[in-house]
């Protein structure tokens, strides 16, 4: 339920401005195409309180749990021939730490921490950001 709301009203969540001290998810934006996530971002920034924090876990090209499903898919579908999606198209994967901070800063925020190795196993990039008083 909980995912459903939140796809639902990702980019109008019902609450007032300056209503969360922070927001997390895992696996979201990678779904959503850049002028989607930087809508979702100026959201984001509407509902969190000033110095609110964004918890993000954001699978890069380069996670293995991309790596796998796209071998998956490759096999499933090119190989095996069937029409098998596994999940939705990850069209927003991250390239590099430059490229968040930068999408970060455009959106009103500044990044605090990328981690991205063995302690998730190579899945996702962790990104901590604060929004920031000037946009």
Not at 25 to 36: A, K
Not at 50 to 73: A, D, R
Not at 108 to 121: N, Q, R
Request: proline letters at 4%; one cysteine or more; hydrophobic letters at 45%.
């Amino acid at each position: 339920m909980n995912f459903f709301f939140f796809f639902f009203f990702i980019f109008e969540i019902p609450v007032r401005d300056e209503h969360f001290d922070g927001i997390y998810n895992l696996g979201v934006h990678e779904h959503f195409t850049g002028s989607e996530n930087t809508k979702i971002f100026a959201e984001f920034r509407r509902v969190l309180k000033p110095n609110g924090k964004l918890v993000l876990f954001w699978p890069p090209k380069y996670g293995l749990s991309v790596m796998f499903l796209s071998s998956l898919h490759f096999l499933l579908n090119e190989i095996l021939r069937r029409k098998i999606r596994l999940h939705p198209d990850e069209i927003s994967l991250i390239s590099s730490k430059k490229q968040v901070e930068n999408l970060l800063k455009d959106c009103g925020f500044k990044l605090i921490k990328f981690y991205f190795g063995p302690k998730d196993l190579f899945t996702y990039c962790v990104v901590v950001a604060r929004k920031t008083t000037k946009k």
